[in-house]
C-alpha cells in the first residue's frame, strides 16, 4: 500500500490559491503561486503577529532575496532564554519579499520612522535626538538594528491601517523581526564597545514591537490581557541584562543621555500622589502576612513614583511602559504569575498609568484590558484598593 507523502495544510492562503483550489505557501506579501502566474495576490486574513508557532521560516531562491543582512548567524548557545519570547511576539510568515517592492517599502519605513515612528520612545528632548537621529545613523552600520526600526514603523503602519492594508504591513513587520533576531542573539553573549549601541537600541524596539503586536490579535488569548503582560515583562528583564552590560561602553558616548534619569520638574496630581502614597502603607501593614516581600514591594512602588514624571511631561513615551517592566524584580513577576493579591493591587496602579499613555499607537487600550482582567480576579476585599485606577481608567462609578 502506498504511503502518502506528509503535508502541512495551508490554512493561511491567498484568495487566488483558494479560488484556484491549490496549495499556496502563505508568502507576504505575494505567494510563490502568484509570483510565477504573475496574478494579483490578495489575503483576507492574516496570521496574527502573536502566539505564532515555532514552525521554520521558509525560504525562496536566492533570485528572489535582497536582504540587508547577506547571511545570518546561528543563534548563540549563551544567548538569553528570555528573548527567545521575541519569536511569540511575531508571525511566522516569509522573510523575504520581492526585492523591488521590498526597497521601496525600507525607503518609506525610514520615513516613517523619521516623521513618526521615533516619537514614542523618548523621554525629553536630549534623548528624542538619539532616537530620532542617531539610532537611524548606527542602524545604517548594524543591518539587525536597521531591520528592527523597519519592523517598528511596518507595525505602527499596520495599526493606523484598514484591514486590507493591515495584512500587508504586518507580513512586512513580521519579515524584518525575523531577519533582526537571529543576528542580535549571536551577539548577546558578547556586548562590547562596537555592538553596544545597537544591541541597546534593538533591546528598546522589542519591547515597543511586543506591546503593539498584542494590539493585532484576532482572537482574546491574542489580544492585550493580564498573562500577555505578564510576557512582555520577561521579555523585559533580557532588556534589562542587555542595558546593564551596554552602560559602561555607553555613558561616555553620544548614547548618555539615556541613563541620565534625573526627575523632571512635573505638577503631579494630588489624586495620583495620594494613591502611590495608600499603595506604600499598605505595603507596610501586617495583615499582608509574614510571608510578605516589603522590601521588594517598596522597591516596586518606588520605581513607579520615580518614572511617574516622565508619564506627565511625555505622556505617549513607552518610558514608564517599558522602564517599570524593565525594573520589576523576578520576585514581584512571580507574585503577579501566582495571583498574589497585593501584587495584582499594585499591578492595577501601573494599568492607570499606561491609560494615560493610550494615545501611544503600541499601547493603546493595554492599560484598560489588563485592569479588567485584574478586577474579575480579584475578591471583593481586595477590589475596594483599586478604587482609584478603576475611577481613572473607566470613569466614576463605572461597573465592569
Same mark, same amino acid.
Given at each position: 500500500?502506498?504511503?502518502?507523502?506528509?503535508?502541512?495544510?495551508?490554512?493561511?492562503?491567498?484568495?487566488?490559491?483558494?479560488?484556484?483550489?491549490?496549495?499556496?505557501?502563505?508568502?507576504?506579501?505575494?505567494?510563490?503561486?502568484?509570483?510565477?502566474?504573475?496574478?494579483?495576490?490578495?489575503?483576507?486574513?492574516?496570521?496574527?503577529?502573536?502566539?505564532?508557532?515555532?514552525?521554520?521560516?521558509?525560504?525562496?531562491?536566492?533570485?528572489?532575496?535582497?536582504?540587508?543582512?547577506?547571511?545570518?548567524?546561528?543563534?548563540?548557545?549563551?544567548?538569553?532564554?528570555?528573548?527567545?519570547?521575541?519569536?511569540?511576539?511575531?508571525?511566522?510568515?516569509?522573510p523575504t519579499v520581492p526585492?523591488?517592492?521590498?526597497?521601496?517599502?525600507?525607503?518609506?519605513?525610514?520615513?516613517?520612522?523619521?516623521?513618526?515612528?521615533?516619537?514614542?520612545?523618548?523621554? +525629553?528632548?536630549?534623548?528624542?535626538?538619539?532616537?530620532?537621529?542617531?539610532?537611524?545613523?548606527?542602524?545604517?552600520?548594524?543591518?539587525?538594528?536597521?531591520?528592527?526600526?523597519?519592523?517598528?514603523?511596518?507595525?505602527?503602519?499596520?495599526?493606523?491601517?484598514?484591514?486590507?492594508?493591515?495584512?500587508?504591513?504586518?507580513?512586512?513587520?513580521?519579515?524584518?523581526?525575523?531577519?533582526?533576531?537571529?543576528?542580535?542573539?549571536?551577539?548577546?553573549?558578547?556586548?562590547?564597545?562596537?555592538?553596544?549601541?545597537?544591541?541597546?537600541?534593538?533591546?528598546?524596539?522589542v519591547v515597543a514591537f511586543?506591546?503593539?503586536?498584542?494590539?493585532?490579535?484576532?482572537?482574546?488569548?491574542?489580544?492585550?490581557?493580564?498573562?500577555?503582560?505578564?510576557?512582555?515583562?520577561?521579555?523585559?528583564?533580557?532588556?534589562?541584562?542587555? &542595558?546593564?552590560?551596554?552602560?559602561?561602553?555607553?555613558?561616555?558616548?553620544?548614547?548618555?543621555?539615556?541613563?541620565?534619569?534625573?526627575?523632571?520638574?512635573? +505638577?503631579?496630581?494630588?489624586?495620583?500622589?495620594?494613591?502611590?502614597?495608600?499603595?506604600?502603607?499598605? +505595603?507596610?501593614?501586617?495583615?499582608?502576612?509574614?510571608?510578605?516581600?516589603?522590601?521588594?514591594?517598596?522597591?516596586?512602588?518606588?520605581?513607579?513614583?520615580?518614572?511617574?514624571?516622565?508619564?506627565?511631561?511625555?505622556? &505617549?513615551?513607552?518610558?514608564?511602559?517599558?522602564?517599570?517592566?524593565?525594573?520589576?524584580?523576578?520576585?514581584?513577576?512571580?507574585?503577579?504569575?501566582?495571583?498574589?493579591?497585593?501584587?495584582?493591587?499594585?499591578?492595577?496602579?501601573?494599568?492607570?498609568?499606561?491609560?494615560?499613555?493610550?494615545?501611544?499607537?503600541?499601547?493603546?487600550?493595554?492599560?484598560?484590558?489588563?485592569?479588567?482582567?485584574?478586577?474579575?480576579?480579584?475578591?471583593?476585599?481586595?477590589?475596594?484598593?483599586?478604587?482609584?485606577?478603576?475611577?481613572?481608567?473607566?470613569?466614576?462609578?463605572?461597573?465592569?
Amino acid at each position: 500500500m502506498a504511503l502518502r507523502r506528509p503535508h502541512q495544510k495551508s490554512r493561511h492562503g491567498c484568495r487566488t490559491c483558494k479560488r484556484r483550489r491549490v496549495k499556496c505557501d502563505e508568502a507576504r506579501p505575494i505567494c510563490s503561486n502568484c509570483e510565477h502566474r504573475k496574478e494579483t495576490c490578495d489575503y483576507d486574513t492574516d496570521s496574527s503577529l502573536i502566539w505564532a508557532s515555532d514552525r521554520k521560516l521558509r525560504r525562496r531562491s536566492q533570485r528572489r532575496t535582497e536582504s540587508l543582512e547577506p547571511s545570518l548567524p546561528e543563534q548563540s548557545n549563551s544567548a538569553s532564554a528570555t528573548f527567545d519570547l521575541l519569536n511569540r511576539f511575531g508571525a511566522d510568515d516569509d522573510p523575504t519579499v520581492p526585492s523591488t517592492t521590498l526597497n521601496m517599502n525600507q525607503l518609506e519605513l525610514i520615513l516613517q520612522w523619521n516623521n513618526d515612528t521615533h516619537r514614542f520612545f523618548p523621554r +525629553n528632548e536630549e534623548t528624542r535626538h538619539i532616537w530620532r537621529d542617531l539610532i537611524i545613523e548606527e542602524a545604517f552600520k548594524t543591518p539587525f538594528l536597521m531591520h528592527g526600526v523597519l519592523a517598528v514603523s511596518a507595525l505602527q503602519i499596520s495599526l493606523c491601517k484598514d484591514e486590507h492594508q493591515r495584512a500587508f504591513w504586518l507580513g512586512i513587520a513580521a519579515a524584518h523581526k525575523g531577519q533582526a533576531l537571529p543576528p542580535f542573539l549571536a551577539n548577546f553573549s558578547d556586548i562590547n564597545a562596537v555592538n553596544a549601541k545597537a544591541m541597546l537600541g534593538f533591546a528598546s524596539l522589542v519591547v515597543a514591537f511586543a506591546f503593539g503586536s498584542a494590539l493585532t490579535g484576532r482572537s482574546d488569548p491574542e489580544k492585550p490581557s493580564l498573562d500577555a503582560l505578564n510576557d512582555v515583562f520577561i521579555l523585559c528583564r533580557g532588556v534589562q541584562e542587555i &542595558t546593564s552590560t551596554a552602560s559602561p561602553f555607553l555613558r561616555e558616548s553620544n548614547f548618555a543621555p539615556l541613563f541620565d534619569l534625573s526627575r523632571p520638574v512635573v +505638577n503631579i496630581p494630588s489624586s495620583t500622589a495620594e494613591a502611590l502614597d495608600r499603595l506604600a502603607s499598605m +505595603n507596610t501593614t501586617s495583615w499582608l502576612g509574614e510571608q510578605h516581600d516589603t522590601a521588594t514591594y517598596a522597591r516596586v512602588i518606588q520605581a513607579l513614583r520615580d518614572l511617574l514624571p516622565y508619564t506627565y511631561l511625555e505622556p &505617549t513615551s513607552m518610558t514608564l511602559a517599558a522602564g517599570w517592566a524593565i525594573r520589576s524584580p523576578p520576585a514581584y513577576l512571580n507574585d503577579l504569575q501566582n495571583r498574589e493579591p497585593f501584587a495584582l493591587v499594585t499591578h492595577a496602579h501601573y494599568c492607570a498609568f499606561l491609560h494615560i499613555a493610550r494615545e501611544n499607537c503600541f499601547i493603546q487600550f493595554w492599560g484598560s484590558a489588563v485592569l479588567r482582567d485584574i478586577w474579575h480576579i480579584l475578591d471583593s476585599n481586595w477590589k475596594q484598593h483599586i478604587d482609584w485606577p478603576i475611577h481613572n481608567v473607566f470613569g466614576p462609578g463605572h461597573i465592569l
